[in-house]
Nanobody, 118 residues
Framework: QVQLVESGGGLVQAGGSLRLSCAAS????????MSWFRRAPGKERDYVAG????????YYADSVKGRFTISRDNAKNTGYLQMDSLKPEDTAVYYC???????????WGQGTQVTVSS
């Protein structure tokens, strides 16, 4: 089992930045790929970004490419999502997930709300 806890969400104006954190406990975090998903009101969950267990491979959805940066610190059992140049359409609940490959989600966090005002 892996327990994931997100933090860092909040309210920010368009053009601003936020950094989300995903703290892991339980089984070895470094053996899992980590991903970020988001769900906007009335929409399906979207896969936003992913990073391999070593950090050597990353994925970004086209909608966030060039604005978001995913990273991880295995020594701290923590993953991050740096979000810059935020847009109102980035408003959503953001979830981190851990799994055996990019985009997989065997374990989920509880989510953190990100609201971007125009």
């Amino acid at each position: 089992q892996v327990q994931l806890v997100e933090s860092g969400g909040g309210l920010v104006q368009a053009g601003g930045s936020l950094r989300l954190s995903c703290a892991a406990s339980g089984r070895t975090f470094s053996s899992y790929a980590m991903s970020w998903f988001r769900r906007a009101p009335g929409k399906e969950r979207d896969y936003v970004a992913g990073i391999s267990w070593s950090g050597s491979r990353v994925y970004y959805a086209d909608s966030v490419k060039g604005r978001f940066t995913i990273s991880r610190d295995n020594a701290k059992n923590t993953g991050y999502l740096q979000m810059d140049s935020l847009k109102p359409e980035d408003t959503a609940v953001y979830y981190c997930a851990a799994g055996d490959r990019l985009g997989s989600s065997d374990y989920w966090g509880q989510g953190t709300q990100v609201t971007v005002s125009s």
